[in-house]
């Protein structure tokens, strides 16, 4: 998947290798998300990626998953955490969205 905007980014402070190693969590917790967007749009709707993405953002930023693989990092300063975030709620999203995203039930 080397040809997402976001690959080079978690690529070089070994996100890639963190998402590999946790897959399973991260889509967990992905699911988790899409239920709570689903409860608030109601049945039958289909969650904008961009919605989806706002919210896992903030999910991931408020993670034990997430800080953790962060702050194994040593030079990366907290502050760029967000962006961090933000890159990986996109690109986990992206090369899943068709399992993670299904219309609401």
Not at 35 to 59: H, K, T
């Amino acid at each position: 998947m080397a040809h997402h905007p976001n690959y080079s980014l978690l690529r070089g402070w070994n996100f890639i290798n963190d998402y590999n190693g946790n897959t399973q969590d991260f889509l967990d917790l992905a699911r988790i998300i899409h239920a709570v967007i689903c409860q608030l749009n109601g049945p039958g709707s289909q969650i904008l990626r961009s919605v989806f993405v706002d919210y896992y953002e903030i999910a991931l930023n408020n993670s034990d998953l997430f800080n953790g693989m962060a702050r194994r990092k040593t030079l990366l300063p907290p502050a760029i955490y967000p962006v961090i975030a933000r890159a990986l709620a996109e690109y986990i999203i992206d090369i899943n969205l068709t399992i993670i995203n299904p219309p609401c039930p």
